[in-house]
């Protein structure tokens, strides 16, 4: 049983910055590719950035790339968001994901490919 624990969200002017955070036990880590999705109010989970088991490799929305950065440490068992020039449409959300028995450089992109996900951390941007 994985259990995958976020924080780091609140809310933030635009313009602003978080960093969330993602504190994954109960599987060794470096077994899974992690991923961020989000959900807004009324909307579908949608995916924000993932990162391969490595960590070399990454992978962003197009909405949010360059503004936002998905990292890990192997050796703490966490991984991050970090997240600069926020705006009020990414309020949300934010869900960490496991994905289990990738190649140690693949991305999963697809929600299909993750097995575990946290309770979320509340994202607010404000205007």
């Known amino acids: 049983q994985v259990q995958l624990v976020e924080s780091g969200g609140g809310l933030v002017q635009a313009g602003g910055s978080l960093r969330l955070s993602c504190a994954a036990s109960g599987r060794t880590f470096s077994s899974d590719a992690m991923g961020w999705f989000r959900q807004a109010p009324g909307k579908e989970r949608e995916f924000v950035a993932a990162?391969?088991?490595?960590?070399?490799?990454?992978y962003y929305k197009d909405s949010v790339r360059g503004r936002f950065t998905i990292s890990r440490d192997n050796a703490t068992n966490t991984v991050y968001l970090q997240m600069n020039s926020l705006k009020p449409g990414y309020t949300a959300v934010y869900y960490c994901?496991?994905?289990?028995?990738?190649?140690?450089?693949?991305?999963?992109?697809?929600?299909?490919?993750?097995?575990?996900w946290g309770q979320g951390t509340q994202v607010t941007v404000s205007s």
């Open positions: 990162i391969s088991r490595s960590g070399d490799s990454t």
């Open positions: 994901e496991s994905s289990y028995g990738r190649r140690w450089y693949t991305v999963p992109l697809s929600i299909n490919e993750y097995d575990y």
